[in-house]
């Protein structure tokens, strides 16, 4: 029984990107169910499967997190294994909480359904874990599986996937052939009906888009690894293709977070010229959204940062990142000046004090020559903030609303990985929740431009690039005109 229902989590990993299965995230669960629904399961048994079950759903889906502890923390590999299967089994906790709940709650008429569903949907929401975490992240590889969000978010869909693994479990459970029958056949209508409801939705946002300002945007991947690439080689690979990127008509180019620029700004930062040799606008006149290590004049700690810059050079706006990543970017529970006195390799910054809002002047030049000014408000998520669904919740509620995402991320922590292409596929439901579009700036990929209904219209793949291939990848980049369909706060969806 534990054997089952340990395939649980590893045939949902199985629909994970890049190139998942899709199946697997309809059937993984089924497995689980069965095992704990059968009569002679008791609640303590029921626990074990459950435990097991949810132990693929870390060790499948999420293997790169002995990487990032070994990179990130500077840990051993054992270490960093031991992690692993400790995050696994944090993971799984909720999943046993799950096979609990469905064995001591109704197992007849129509809160049989309900309670499960409810169940699995609150745990998956308030269970804490270090990056939030939807079992059908593979849909957004399918975006008409998606487009519910708009309406109750992520959990709505994973509510369709647990009716549908709760019918097919029934199903194969049952006595009699007609309620076998019945139940597959209702399950068997749940998918095509979330596929066509996508597709009429996304033609239905499409037509409602036709005619939106648009804003042409560059993107650049410097394809720069972690480890000892020179200060001057990394600015090269960041304003080389910006330079072409103005000269292709780019009304804003972003860079990726802090650690791409390989300097630190001193606060306060008014003006690129303060920069000296690492001015960002050096080579092109664009306004530029970019990240970049700041600190405070004495401060032992700094913050992680983006900067809006004008074509001219002056900051227009500042924003420092709230949620810092555990161990990677803070030190939590203990005093950091005495861990980074006893390990100087682990780094602690200061978290922001709250989500912002750029607002910034671009003019596009029409095909009669005429300058055709306007404002753009776009908001900047640093890292894995774009795939907090309460965070982004936050940033689009704020005054004067947002009519574009803009993610600036370091994803080579990760190696040659799943992470990057999972981070990718998570942050595009908050296009879908929110149908605004996102641009997405990732040191050695995935690059990408993200539109209002969650599809990826354009993307430069993950490159496996390190200190010893760097001359094989050259930086790269995306100059995409994006359509910019609605502000958050003037019409905000049903999910906000």
């Known amino acids: ?25 309809f059937f993984g669960l089924v497995p689980l169910v069965v095992m704990v629904r059968r009569e002679r399961v008791d609640w303590r048994q029921a626990g074990w499967l459950g ?16 990487e990032l502890l070994v990179r990130f923390a500077r840990v051993p ?71 519910l969000a708009e309406i109750g978010g992520v959990a709505l869909v994973e509510s369709v996937v647990v009716l549908f693994v709760l019918l097919v479990a ?26 066509a409801y996508g597709t009429l939705r996304l033609d239905a946002v499409d037509r409602a888009a036709a005619g939106a300002p648009q804003v042409r945007i560059g993107i650049v991947q410097p394809n720069v690894p972690v480890g000892n690439v020179s200060g001057p080689e990394r600015m090269a690979r960041l ?64 913050y992680n940062t983006v900067y809006l810059l004008a074509g001219d050079g002056r900051v227009l706006a500042r924003y420092d990142k709230v949620n810092l990543v555990p ?5 939590p529970l203990i005093d950091p000046d005495l861990v980074t006195d006893w390990i100087p390799q682990i780094a602690h910054h200061h978290s922001g004090e709250a989500p912002a809002r750029f607002v910034v002047e671009l003019e596009r030049v029409t095909s009669d020559g005429r300058a055709s000014p306007r404002r753009v408000a776009l908001a900047p998520l640093i890292c894995y903030e774009d795939i907090l669904p309460g965070f982004v919740r936050e940033v689009a509620a704020q005054p004067g609303g947002v009519e574009l995402f803009v993610n600036l991320t370091i994803d080579a922590w990760y190696g040659d990985s799943a992470e990057p292409w999972e981070h990718l596929a998570l942050a ?16 050695t990929g995935v690059s990408a431009v993200v539109d209002h209904g969650g599809r990826v219209v354009a993307r430069i793949p993950l490159r496996p690039v390190s200190e010893d291939t760097l001359s094989r ?20 969806t049903v999910y906000a």
């Open 327 to 331: 161990l990677g970017e803070s030190i």
């Open 473 to 492: 990848y050259p930086p790269e980049s995306l100059l995409e005109d994006v359509t910019l369909p609605r502000n958050t706060r003037a019409a905000p």
């Open 51 to 66: 435990l097991a079950g949810g132990m693929g759903v870390g060790l499948a889906g999420f293997p790169w997190i002995a």
């Open 239 to 302: 304003t080389g293709p910006s330079a072409r990127l103005a000269g292709a008509g780019a009304e804003l180019v972003v860079w990726p977070e802090a650690g791409a620029y390989p300097y630190g700004i001193h606060r306060p930062f008014r003006h690129d010229r303060e920069l000296g040799p690492g001015r960002v606008l050096v080579a092109h006149r664009v306004p530029t959204v970019f990240g970049a290590n700041t600190r405070d004049p004495g401060a032992r700690f700094g």
């Open 1 to 25: 029984s534990l054997a089952i229902a340990a395939t649980a989590g590893f045939v949902q990993a199985l629909g994970a990107p890049p190139d998942g299965w899709l199946p697997g995230h």
């Open 170 to 195: 029934r199903g194969l459970m049952a006595e009699g052939a007609r309620a076998a029958l019945r139940d597959l056949a209702i399950a068997a209508v749940l998918p095509p009906a979330l596929i």
């Open 428 to 443: 595009q439901f908050r296009s879908v929740e929110h149908r605004v579009p996102m641009v997405r700036s990732v040191s």
């Open 77 to 147: 590999w054992a270490v960093g294994y031991l992690g692993l299967a400790g995050f696994s089994a944090w993971m799984a906790i909720p999943y046993a909480l799950f096979a609990i709940g469905l064995r001591l709650g109704p197992s007849r008429g129509v809160l049989s359904f309900g309670w499960p569903v409810a169940l699995f949907v609150a745990l998956a929401r308030t269970w804490p874990n270090l990056f939030p975490y939807t079992f059908i992240l593979g849909f957004a590889e399918r975006p008409a599986l998606m487009q």
